[in-house]
């Protein structure tokens, strides 16, 4: 569908199908695989975003149904959205500790994938017990986990929340009920993404998450 290199108009968008994405990185003789799109996603966006040449190749696995979106339209109707969410984010998510390893391009795709959600301070956001379906990053605010150790007694604060910090991931992660409740200090405001979303993007980073849970007690 798309070679690297060459010039681009059309950002696609699968109905059906998959695709594979490789990369000739600078210095390589050959392609590195990337990732497979799945139906629901697209690609093809950075060439019209950045008026540059294509920067990977894309190649449908089996007969695949594409939505095609030329350039002109792009322009009129997703680029300055789509630009101005990336700019906003990208900051952010730079600055995210747990995100510094990944590659810059992974990091876009998570703000195309992030909402936000404010809250006044002495929210419950998050409901030890309850299912979780959500992973949050704070973009501004303070927060404090809570948690009942054992069944009667009072919860206790295990944890305290700032910019640029996380949580949510166990449920995701362990597939298990919300481990403790989180409640803003603060009038916060915060980013989620989604259980598909984590799942597709923080993949490569379950095992710094999974490492990192030794932070709590
Ligand atoms: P574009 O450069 O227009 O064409 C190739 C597409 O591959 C690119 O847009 C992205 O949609 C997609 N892609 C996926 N992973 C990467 C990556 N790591 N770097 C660059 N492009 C990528
Ligand atoms: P999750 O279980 O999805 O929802 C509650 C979140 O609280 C949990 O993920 C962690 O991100 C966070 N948390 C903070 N401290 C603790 C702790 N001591 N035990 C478990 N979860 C904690």
Redesign the pocket.
């Known amino acids: 569908m ?1 070679k690297q290199g060459e010039d ?1 108009d059309i950002l696609y968008l699968i109905e059906s199908g998959t695709l594979d ?1 490789f ?1 000739k990185f600078s210095g390589q003789t050959t392609d590195t695989f ?2 497979t799109y799945q139906p629901g996603e697209s ?6 975003l950045y008026n540059a040449p ?3 190749s ?1 190649r449908a696995k089996e007969n695949c149904t594409l939505f095609a979106l030329d350039r002109e339209t792009f322009n009129h109707i997703v680029k300055d959205a789509a630009s101005k969410r990336r700019d906003k984010y990208e900051t952010f998510l730079s600055k995210v500790e747990v995100l510094q390893g990944m ?1 810059p ?1 992974e990091r876009s795709q998570i703000a195309d994938a992030l909402v936000n959600e404010k809250y006044k301070a002495g929210n419950h956001i998050v409901t030890q017990g309850e299912e979780g379906n959500k992973f949050y990053f704070v973009e501004e605010g303070e927060l404090i986990a809570m948690k009942v150790m054992n069944p009667g007694e009072q919860p206790k604060q295990v944890f305290s929340y700032k910019e640029n910090d996380y949580f949510g991931e166990l449920a995701l992660l362990k597939e298990q009920p919300r481990a403790a409740s989180i409640i803003s200090k603060t009038d916060c405001s915060l980013v989620s993404l989604d259980r598909a979303a984590f799942k597709r993007m923080l993949g490569p980073l379950e095992n710094i998450l999974s490492r990192n849970t030794n932070r709590y007690e």
Do not use: S, T
Request: aromatic content about 12%; charged content about 30%.
């Open positions: 798309i681009g994405c990369k990337l990732k690609f093809g966006e950075l060439a019209l294509r920067a990977a894309i590659d391009y």
